[in-house]
T-cell receptor, first 113, second 116 residues
């Protein structure tokens, strides 16, 4: 079966650090991606974890623990423009092909001055 | 390199009409995915296609919805006899040939379908 949990909303102030957690149950799990979406626009790729551990890309880092079916996105030095929805998206293998993403309802991050 | 293109950006249909949504993947991308997003909700996977093949349509409603990705031209998501519940944003994404190190999907701007 498939299930995905992440907080629905998070509020933080400019300059702060925020962590968005994600727990999943995904058949054929292959890796975990994170996407950002502003105001219903096109989702944009932030990070991908194919292996356990931490991936760092600038102010954003993402972590995966396969044994715990858990990951998180860490946003540092928050800026107002980081206010958006953030989706963790487990990737499932289908028939030997990958790249099928399972999106949850996302976490709405509000950054306040 | 142009990004993923979708048209129309906004589409209004009356109940019972057909909606046809187009998606041109990024140049060099042979994998296309369609997602639906209802207001205030996440993206729901609908279908995954490669050129002339439907790979995974597990997220497609069994009736009225169909998708294709022909050898030439854009991918088409077709909704027949639309109902109000079909009103949503439909996003298309594409990715290049599979690479274990590169799993990024590139999303288009979406088509906002409104059914009156």
């Amino acid at each position: 079966g498939q299930s995905l949990e992440q907080p629905s909303e998070v509020t933080a102030v400019e300059g702060a650090i925020v962590q968005i957690n994600c727990t999943y149950q995904t058949s054929g799990f292959y890796g975990l991606s994170w996407y950002q979406q502003h105001d219903g626009g096109a989702p944009t790729f932030l990070s991908y974890n194919g292996l356990d551990g931490l991936e760092e890309t600038g102010r954003f880092s993402s972590f995966l623990s396969r044994s715990d079916s858990y990951g998180y996105l860490l946003l540092q030095e928050l800026q107002m423009k980081d206010s958006a929805s953030y989706f963790c998206a487990p990737e499932a293998v289908y028939g030997g092909a990958t790249n099928k993403l399972i999106f949850g309802t996302g976490t709405l991050l509000a950054v306040q001055p | 390199n142009a990004g993923v293109m979708q048209n129309p950006r906004h589409l209004v249909r009356r109940r019972g009409q057909e909606a046809r949504l187009r998606c041109s993947p990024m140049k060099g991308h042979s994998h296309v995915y369609w997602y639906r997003q209802l207001p205030e909700e996440g993206l729901k996977f609908m279908v995954y296609l490669q050129k002339e093949n439907i790979i995974d349509e597990s997220g497609m409603p069994k009736e009225r919805f169909s998708a294709e990705f022909p050898k030439e031209g854009p991918s088409i998501l077709r909704i027949q006899q639309v109902v109000r519940g079909d009103s949503a944003a439909y996003f298309c994404a594409s990715s290049p040939l599979l690479d274990l190190r590169d799993n990024e999907q590139f999303f288009g701007p979406g088509t906002r379908l409104t059914v009156l």
